[in-house]
């Protein structure tokens, strides 16, 4: 039974008589949604009662329940995206648009979080766009008041600079794909665009070659939300009180791989942040280059540098990935694997000339071809092993990464822990994955949802509060935790419907056993089962120094430099305790510049405790001797 028609309050199809043809806005499951037909069928998308109910929560949900419906169905989409309902209301660091597609280097539909001011504007205008078909000659869509009209826009490009002077010759925001998209690379991306900002990239999977496939070469909000309001009060002076994103906002990813050894990236001076709309620890860079004798600014954000790092040239590379609109990542790995790192930056030009080397072995990838997870930050962390392998929504950070298995005394309200190790990092990595479903869904930050709950900053009751869609997670007015994580599940389930998570390598045959039953316990979701309480300490605490085990802690960045180190280097010091806790307890009286990072004001350890590269809890004993590592920051967003 369809579940659309009865909210319908304007037709759907294509109309015309306006001097161009024009696809209204239709009221459907709750929201405001524009179906874009390409081929001029003027057919929109009919869902049944439980994708319906899945749509109206806003946002992911809203994106990717159009590719559920019929898969014959000609209406079928080729391009959807998407705006949740924090969004729209101005919560601070919900300015995120979902964007889906089936791309070509991702199994299922791939779908990703940009940022930018598009979010916002659109979010004036409509919640989701849904286009299906293939322009018969290249266009820029253009959602206003009246609804949706295509203007022709030129094929080709030089660059996205003039790509995006095309799409804005009138102002507002834009999605807009570059050179590589209009060339057909498999790791185009696209770019956010609008305001005195700098562009925003999103795209790992080639989303920026499925939007042009289209015919599609920019998606335009022509009135710009000038409001710049951003709701205050306990989230946004929460967000200013977490220590992981306060350090975060230092240097982001970027810091994280400068200060876990691997190559590190100079970000140059005239550096500065950027965030969303409203973060108080905005957490990428905007780097100053000179070309030519004239300035230019690079978007510098997460790990998209750390490929180039070698090169010494890292800003003006990702540059030119930024112009050529691909993704910096998939291109240093494709430089890489052709063992050309030392023609850099001048092999990027190659992948959008036909014919050329670079260029063929591009268009030769596929969904095995790009599989660069994001990086775990301790090969031990189980939890985030499996979500890399078996995340249905892909390989990207907080999607697949456990801050929670790096956080383990953190409130996971619906985590069900057996006390079986392997099984209990397969649910983590399951609950993980429905958690962020959930926040995306919300158009929220996920890395910041997450740190929130990590930091012991917010509980999750607060936050499922604070993004939940004005009818509630379930539809029905709940907006507690377990109503979250459920939507968020429900999410999974219709990837994993869809074919997402099926492309990455061996599962079930793995030689590791401690793999295998945690990828079984991923697989099987969301369950509901006794929590056990993790073991007690297994040591008593002693009344003297020589009974307390001393260790040796080392730590960087912010956390580092509290305990006496230097800002870009490791330092050790001793601590003693005879279990996790006691331990920062002990660190946190003889160094109280660096209590606040160690311990929350519930007595909850902040940092990851790393031994060995296993998480350890709170109570976890400790053996003199040991060597541990805090890590404050950790990959995602």
Do not use: Y
Not at 75 to 92: I, N
Not at 104 to 118: K, W, Y
Not at 232 to 237: H, S
């Amino acid at each position: 039974m369809a579940a659309d028609h009865e909210e319908d309050s304007l037709h759907p199809e294509r109309a015309r008589g306006r001097g161009s043809d024009v696809w209204e806005i239709a009221r459907r499951w709750g929201r405001r949604v524009a179906f874009v037909d390409l081929q001029g069928a003027g057919r929109s998308v009919e869902l049944d009662e439980s994708l319906a109910a899945h749509a109206r929560l806003s946002g992911a949900a809203l994106a990717l329940a159009p590719f559920a419906a019929r898969a014959a169905d000609p209406a079928t989409p080729v391009f959807t995206l998407a705006v949740g309902e924090a969004v729209g209301r101005g919560v601070p660091t919900a300015a995120r648009v979902t964007v889906a597609a089936r791309a070509p280097l991702r199994s299922g539909v791939t779908e990703a979080q940009c940022g930018g001011p598009f979010a916002s504007d659109l979010a004036a205008l409509l919640d989701g766009l849904v286009i299906s078909g293939r322009a018969q000659e290249p266009v820029h869509l253009v959602v206003g008041g009246e609804g949706v009209r295509a203007r022709r826009g030129t094929a080709r490009t030089a660059s996205l600079s003039a790509r995006t002077r095309e799409a804005l010759e009138h102002g507002g925001a834009a999605l807009v794909v570059g050179p590589a998209a209009d060339a057909g690379l498999p790791f185009a991306n696209i770019a956010s665009v609008g305001g005195a900002g700098a562009p925003s990239f999103v795209g790992r999977g080639g989303l920026g070659k499925a939007l042009r496939g289209a015919g599609v070469l920019s998606i335009v909000v022509e009135t710009r939300d000038e409001s710049g309001a951003v709701a205050e009060g306990q989230l946004a002076a929460a967000l200013g009180r977490s220590p992981r994103l306060l350090e975060r906002a230092r240097g982001g990813t970027l810091e994280l791989a400068a200060h876990r050894g691997t190559a590190r990236v100079e970000r140059g001076e005239g550096a500065a942040r950027h965030g969303c709309r409203g973060c108080p620890t905005p957490c990428g860079w905007v780097l100053q280059l000179e070309e030519e004798g004239a300035p230019r600014r690079a978007m510098g954000r997460f790990a998209a540098m750390q490929g180039f790092a070698a090169s010494g040239e890292a800003g003006r590379c990702l540059d030119r990935c930024n112009e050529l609109g691909v993704d910096a990542r998939s291109a240093a790995r494709l430089v890489r694997d052709l063992g050309r790192e030392t023609e850099l930056p001048g092999v990027l030009e190659e992948l959008v000339e036909s014919g050329l080397p670079a260029h063929a072995a591009a268009l030769a990838l596929g969904p095995s071809g790009d599989e660069e997870p994001a990086e775990v930050v301790h090969a031990a962390d189980l939890a985030a092993r499996v979500g890399v392998i078996a995340s249905p929504r892909g390989p990207e950070p907080m999607r697949s990464l456990s801050i929670f298995g790096l956080a383990p005394g953190a409130d996971l309200p619906g985590m069900a822990l057996t006390g079986d190790a392997a099984a209990d990092a397969g649910r983590l990595a399951r609950w993980h994955g429905a958690f962020a479903s959930a926040v995306d869904i919300s158009g929220f930050c996920a890395f910041s949802a997450a740190a929130l709950v990590a930091d012991g900053i917010l509980g999750i009751e607060e936050l499922a509060r604070a993004i939940s869609p004005s009818g509630g997670w379930d539809g029905h007015g709940d907006d507690g935790a377990a109503a979250m994580l459920a939507a968020g599940e429900r999410h999974l389930q219709l990837h994993q419907a869809l074919g997402g998570g099926s492309g990455r390598g061996a599962r079930t045959d793995t030689d590791d056993e401690s793999l295998r039953r945690a990828l079984e316990a991923h697989d099987r979701g969301l369950q509901r089962a006794e929590q056990v309480p993790p073991p007690a300490a297994a040591t008593t605490p002693g009344s003297s120094d020589e009974e307390t085990p001393e260790v040796s802690v080392s730590a960087r960045g912010k956390l580092g430099s509290r305990l006496g180190g230097r800002e870009h280097e490791a330092v050790t010091v001793a601590g003693r305790g005879t279990t996790v806790l006691e331990l920062l307890r002990d660190l946190a009286s003889r160094h109280p510049h660096a209590a606040s990072l160690l311990l929350s004001e519930a007595d909850r350890p902040i940092p990851a405790v790393l031994r060995s590269g296993e998480a350890l809890a709170p109570g976890s004993p400790l053996a003199a001797g040991d060597s541990i590592e805090l890590v404050l920051v950790i990959p995602g967003g």
